[in-house]
């Protein structure tokens, strides 16, 4: 078994930063992908960012030059700092992760998510 654990999310103002942190525990031999995603209300759960074991990363256009996505796999923890909040990334936040397990099987998991509110 894998659990996704997320925190930092919170209420802030517009132009200010969040941290964001996911801790992946349990059964895990290896992580591959990990990432950030976000669902907004009445909308679908989209990608916001993404990061290789290796380090590359990518990000949705309207997050670019404002948030960033790091990993520390030594401690399996994926982040993300997201600068010059803006309302329009108020959203849950969920973290997802690749893992393989002691099974050998590769599976995706997911965090609980957590909620950033940007008021204007």
């Known amino acids: 078994q894998v659990q996704l654990m997320e925190s930092g999310g919170g209420l802030v103002q517009a132009g200010e930063s969040l941290r964001l942190s996911c801790a992946a525990s349990?059964?895990?031999?290896?992580?591959?992908?990990m990432a950030w995603h976000r669902q907004a209300p009445g909308k679908e759960r989209a990608l916001v960012a993404q990061i290789t074991r290796s380090g590359m990363t990518r990000y949705v256009d309207s997050v670019k030059g404002r948030f960033t996505i790091s990993r520390d796999n030594a401690k399996n923890t994926v982040y993300l700092q997201m600068d010059s909040l803006k309302p329009e990334d108020t959203a849950v936040y969920y973290c997802?992760?690749?893992?393989?397990?002691?099974?050998?099987?590769?599976?995706?998991?997911w965090g609980q998510g957590t909620q950033v509110t940007v008021s204007s």
């Open positions: 349990g059964s895990i031999l290896s992580i591959d992908d």
């Open positions: 997802a992760a690749v893992v393989r397990t002691y099974s050998g099987s590769w599976m995706n998991y």
